[in-house]
């Protein structure tokens, strides 16, 4: 079992800088991947960007804004996200999961944490 908790969401002006974080237990943390996923208000919840033990990927819409990694000693997971836009706006949800050949597959999820970008 692993539990995940989210921290460092808030409220930034458009063009601004957030850094989330994300804490996992579990003595097995460097061995998952660990993502991130986003909901928007009336939207369906979407990937944002995984990081693995060896490799990271990111959403079109992220890619170059946004940079995921991690600290296994400190059994966590960031997120640092870079000129955002008011669309980043959303509650930011970290997970752990693993490769099941196909595609990861979460099984751990947090609570999220909310992102507000005013214009």
């Known amino acids: 079992q692993v539990q995940v908790l989210e921290s460092g969401g808030g409220l930034v002006q458009a063009g601004g800088s957030l850094r989330l974080s994300c804490a996992a237990s579990?003595?097995?943390?460097?061995?998952?991947?660990m993502g991130w996923f986003r909901q928007a208000p009336g939207k369906d919840r979407e990937f944002v960007a995984v990081?693995?033990?060896?490799?990271?990927s990111y959403a079109d819409a992220v890619k170059g804004r946004f940079t995921i990694s991690r600290d296994n000693a400190k059994n966590t997971v960031y997120l640092q996200m870079n000129s955002l836009k008011p669309e980043d706006t959303a509650v930011y949800y970290c997970?752990?999961?693993?490769?099941?050949?196909?595609?990861?597959?979460?099984?751990?999820w947090g609570q999220g944490t909310q992102v507000t970008v005013s214009s």
């Open positions: 579990g003595r097995t943390f460097s061995t998952y991947a």
């Open positions: 997970a752990a999961g693993a490769w099941d050949g196909r595609e990861y597959k979460y099984s751990y």
């Open positions: 990081i693995s033990q060896a490799s990271t």
